[in-house]
């Protein structure tokens, strides 16, 4: 008999890659998406699709008591770091309030496990060395301080309902699906290798290059990138972990940095294009280096597939070059 699942934003990029990987495992699946930020085009054949919002606490008690479910998926919300600086309610308010909405939900409903999609702006890095889970949490932004406020308040239910949970905390998410299904679509896009992959197309202008004097090899930020379908995969895994224990907090990176002008390298040897590109001054607020040490996860078996950046990027080039429009074409 198929398990039933609950993925929230799985219109979303990780989202729909988390629905992909459930559905391709024979799985029920229903999304619960408002498309502020997600696509109808990137929800699957056989999933069912339900059009609300986390906010709506009458629809998302109706939604949870559609029961049984064997686990929710927690992706929803607003990721911009940037933004979040401007707009720093609407962020408390989107992740943090509504997340608790949430969570009270699957209490009061009877759901046993939910597996959160966190971030690694939980963390202050002051150095280049790899960033395991015990580092200190110190968010910088309302971004960051609303995923840790959502993964204390997943302590807090745990201790007094038994609600188990995984935290799980990616660095930068990327590439796309292997079989072409599925792609990265943010309006406006924000996310490095689809900027540098839209400048080798022509798609966009020059891109900007923030910073060239950081203490880095060639000057430029380093960033860990880490396939999404990696990251579904360390999502299912961190499900089953939940079997036999009651919490699991795992950072998610390839442990392998790369910098900003090492992607543009590889999306030109990919692509078979020059990128244009422009430096720019620093931005505020950008570490030098953010990579992860995920020791926790591949000590219980996490092993991503896509170890090089190459393979990263031209999954990201395949299905980019293929939907021009992304999920509006």
Same mark, same amino acid.
């Not at 943090?96 to 597996?115: E, F, P, Q, S, Y």
């Not at 935290?167 to 792609?183: E, I, M, S, V």
């Not at 000057?219 to 995969?233: F, K, M, P, S």
């Given at each position: 008999?198929?398990?039933?699942?609950?993925?929230?934003?799985?219109?979303?990029?990780?989202?729909?890659?988390?629905?992909?990987?459930?559905?391709?495992?024979?799985? @029920?699946?229903? *999304?619960?998406?408002?498309?502020?930020?997600?696509?109808?085009?990137? *929800?699957?054949?056989?999933?069912?699709?339900?059009?609300?919002?986390?906010?709506?606490?009458?629809?998302?008690?109706?939604?949870?008591?559609?029961?049984?479910?064997?686990?929710?998926?927690?992706?929803?919300?607003?990721?911009?770091?940037?933004?979040?600086?401007?707009?720093?309610?609407?962020?408390?308010?989107?992740?943090?309030?509504? &997340?608790?909405?949430?969570?009270?939900?699957?209490? %009061?409903?009877?759901?046993?496990?939910?597996?959160?999609?966190?971030?690694?702006?939980?963390?202050?890095?002051?150095?280049?060395?790899?960033?395991?889970?015990? =580092?200190?949490?110190?968010?910088?932004?309302?971004?960051?301080?609303?995923?840790?406020?959502?993964?204390?308040?997943?302590?807090?239910?745990?201790?007094?309902?038994?609600?188990?949970? =995984?935290?799980?905390? #990616?660095?930068?998410?990327?590439?796309?699906?292997? =079989?072409? %299904?599925?792609? @990265?679509?943010?309006?406006?896009?924000?996310?490095?290798?689809?900027?540098?992959?839209?400048?080798?197309?022509?798609?966009?202008?020059?891109?900007?290059? #923030?910073?060239?004097?950081?203490?880095?090899?060639?000057?430029?930020?380093?960033?860990?990138?880490?396939?999404?379908?990696?990251?579904?995969?360390?999502?299912?895994? =961190?499900?089953?972990?939940?079997?036999?224990?009651?919490?699991?907090?795992?950072?998610?990176?390839?442990?392998?940095?790369?910098?900003?002008?090492?992607?543009?390298?590889?999306?030109? %040897?990919?692509?078979?294009?020059?990128?244009?590109?422009?430096?720019?001054?620093?931005?505020?607020?950008?570490?030098?280096?953010?990579?992860?040490?995920?020791?926790?996860?591949?000590?219980?078996?996490?092993?991503?597939?896509?170890?090089?950046?190459?393979?990263?990027?031209?999954?990201?080039?395949?299905? %980019?070059?293929?939907?021009?429009?992304?999920?509006? &074409?």
């Amino acid at each position: 008999m198929a398990r039933r699942f609950l993925v929230t934003g799985g219109a979303g990029f990780v989202g729909s890659h988390m629905v992909v990987a459930l559905r391709d495992l024979g799985e @029920e699946v229903a *999304v619960v998406d408002n498309f502020n930020t997600g696509h109808r085009g990137a *929800v699957p054949a056989g999933a069912r699709l339900i059009e609300a919002d986390l906010g709506d606490g009458p629809r998302l008690d109706a939604i949870l008591g559609d029961g049984p479910w064997t686990a929710v998926f927690h992706f929803a919300g607003v990721t911009q770091v940037g933004e979040s600086m401007r707009e720093p309610m609407r962020y408390l308010q989107a992740n943090a309030a509504n &997340g608790m909405k949430l969570i009270d939900a699957c209490v %009061r409903h009877g759901v046993d496990r939910l597996v959160f999609s966190s971030t690694a702006a939980l963390f202050n890095a002051s150095d280049d060395r790899p960033i395991p889970e015990d =580092a200190p949490v110190d968010p910088q932004s309302p971004y960051g301080e609303s995923k840790w406020m959502t993964e204390r308040a997943l302590h807090w239910a745990f201790v007094a309902h038994g609600l188990r949970s =995984a935290k799980l905390r #990616y660095f930068n998410a990327a590439g796309a699906d292997p =079989a072409g %299904r599925l792609g @990265e679509d943010h309006r406006p896009e924000s996310h490095l290798i689809p900027l540098v992959i839209d400048a080798a197309l022509g798609r966009r202008p020059p891109l900007e290059v #923030y910073g060239a004097d950081y203490p880095t090899p060639d000057g430029t930020c380093i960033r860990d990138y880490v396939h999404v379908a990696d990251l579904a995969q360390a999502h299912l895994l =961190a499900l089953d972990r939940l079997e036999s224990e009651t919490s699991v907090t795992w950072n998610l990176g390839r442990g392998t940095g790369h910098s900003v002008l090492e992607v543009i390298a590889s999306v030109e %040897r990919i692509s078979g294009r020059a990128v244009p590109y422009r430096m720019s001054p620093r931005r505020p607020g950008d570490a030098a280096v953010l990579v992860a040490a995920s020791g926790r996860a591949r000590a219980a078996g996490w092993r991503p597939r896509h170890e090089a950046l190459d393979d990263i990027v031209r999954s990201a080039f395949a299905w %980019r070059e293929a939907h021009p429009d992304g999920y509006g &074409g």
